[in-house]
């Protein structure tokens, strides 16, 4: 039976999703890898470690059964006695029960790695939820687990039986055999068993480990809706992000036409731009562009000026490129000083004939040293400056 959200939830997971699994201590696990991993160590530790255990083993049964006089009346020397024994055994089971345990605990991180997780430990009452375990028993998963376990016992019952008749012959020889050279025969045979069952679980982990990082991933997808949420929450709401930019960019405007009143020239297009320069002789390194805007933008800096007596001198070719070129609040750059030049110098000229110190009005500048690259509208039709200024 298909799980009831798998029809929606047709995305993979994003990489946030999958993140925020692992905090939570969910990540693709294959019980048959920590299994085969133990099996594999124990086959191998018991071939690498088997011979000394068994030696061992003989002596310290040797050991036990052989006892003094004075042992066998005396508790404190029966009791160290069972001390040194268990000591020794112990030592010579060390090595087989650590290669375990480091397998033990190294196989299970084998398909996802570390994870350590306090989520995890938190305990969910949902899992109580027997619906939640019948639909996890009739679906695809359980099914497919179902079939697994089925195949694991038939084949770890199979490689019993095989290893047991290949071996039959040389266990029943067993009881004829001396006692070293028996337990070195029956310690060949437990090792070639160990072997062929850590083999068998092997294949079935090779099998499970993709199947179960296939479910893991396929537990984990999205809806189209989940996505869109992950994106609004990372990137923010895009409606309450345009409004933002609306109200930054009102907050700039008004600052920028509070700028207006103080500037020392407006150049205009006369229509499509308007571009307020500030220039201050000794505290200026440059002038700067302190106010700029298109269509009702520039409308709205030339009314401004006009109601503030700041001078608005029009210069098509100007005003595009520095509407074009240079940033609010930065410096002009040097290959417009010529033409701003000539702007200052008819500013300087209009505020002596205001002040009455010239006897008629200036003339404004008709050409100006512009760069045919800086002017955005050189060459350009009216109508193409009136879209460049819509833009």
């Known amino acids: 039976m298909a799980d009831e959200h798998d029809v929606e939830r047709s995305?993979?997971?994003?990489?946030?999703?999958?993140?925020?699994?692992?905090?939570?201590?969910?990540?693709?696990?294959?019980?048959?890898?920590?299994?085969?991993?133990?099996?594999?160590?124990?086959?191998?530790?018991?071939?690498?470690?088997?011979?000394?255990?068994?030696?061992?083993?003989?002596?310290?049964?040797?050991?036990?059964?052989?006892?003094?006089?004075?042992?066998?009346?005396?508790?404190?020397?029966?009791?160290?006695?069972l001390v040194e024994l268990g000591g020794a055994a112990l030592a010579a089971l060390m090595p087989i029960l650590l290669l375990v345990l480091a397998a033990t605990l190294i196989s299970p991180m084998l398909l996802s790695g570390w994870v350590l997780s306090p989520q995890?430990?938190?305990?969910d009452f949902k899992r109580l939820d027997p619906r939640s375990g019948l639909r996890n028993i009739?679906?695809?998963?359980g099914v497919a687990e179902l079939v697994k376990a089925v195949v694991k016992c038939a084949l770890v019952g199979a490689i019993g039986w095989w290893t047991i008749h290949a071996g039959w012959?040389?266990?029943?020889?067993?009881?004829?055999?001396?006692?070293?050279?028996?337990?070195a025969q029956a310690g060949?045979?437990?090792?070639?068993?160990?072997?062929?069952?850590?083999?068998?679980?092997?294949?079935?982990?090779?099998v499970d480990?993709?199947?179960?990082?296939?479910?893991?991933?396929?537990?984990?997808?999205?809806?189209?809706?989940?996505?869109?949420?992950?994106?609004?929450?990372?990137?923010g709401d895009p409606h309450l992000k345009a409004?933002?930019?609306?109200?930054?960019?009102?907050?700039?405007?008004?600052?920028?036409?509070?700028?207006?009143?103080?500037?020392?020239?407006?150049?205009?297009?006369?229509?499509?731009?308007?571009?307020?320069?500030?220039w201050r002789e000794g505290r200026m390194r440059a002038p700067r562009v302190v106010a700029k805007g298109s269509g009702l933008v520039a409308q709205r800096i030339r009314e401004v000026a006009a109601a503030h007596g700041v001078p608005i001198l029009e210069a098509p070719p100007l005003a595009r490129a520095l509407h074009r070129h240079v940033e609010l609040d930065a410096e002009i750059p040097g290959t417009l000083f010529a033409a701003v030049a000539q702007v200052l110098a008819w500013v300087h000229q209009l505020d002596a004939w205001r002040a009455g110190q010239a006897s008629a009005a200036p003339q404004a500048p008709a050409a100006f040293d512009v760069p045919p690259d800086l002017d955005p509208g050189a060459g350009a039709h009216p109508r193409d400056d009136d879209a460049e200024a819509e833009r």
């Open 11 to 81: 995305f993979p997971a994003t990489p946030r999703r999958l993140e925020q699994a692992r905090e939570r201590g969910q990540v693709a696990r294959s019980r048959e890898i920590a299994t085969a991993g133990v099996a594999i160590a124990a086959a191998a530790a018991f071939a690498l470690f088997g011979p000394d255990l068994g030696a061992t083993s003989v002596d310290l049964v040797r050991k036990s059964l052989t006892l003094g006089r004075a042992d066998a009346f005396s508790e404190a020397r029966m009791v160290a006695g």
């Open 120 to 123: 995890a430990l938190v305990p």
């Open 138 to 141: 009739f679906s695809t998963h």
């Open 169 to 183: 012959d040389e266990m029943r020889a067993l009881s004829g055999q001396s006692p070293d050279a028996g337990i």
């Open 188 to 206: 060949r045979l437990i090792t070639f068993a160990l072997f062929a069952l850590a083999g068998g679980l092997a294949f079935i982990a090779l």
């Open 209 to 235: 480990a993709p199947y179960q990082y296939w479910h893991y991933h396929r537990k984990l997808r999205m809806s189209r809706e989940e996505v869109r949420q992950e994106l609004r929450e990372m990137e």
């Open 243 to 278: 409004r933002i930019r609306a109200l930054q960019r009102q907050a700039a405007r008004r600052r920028m036409m509070a700028a207006v009143p103080g500037a020392t020239v407006v150049v205009t297009n006369p229509t499509h731009y308007a571009v307020a320069l500030d």
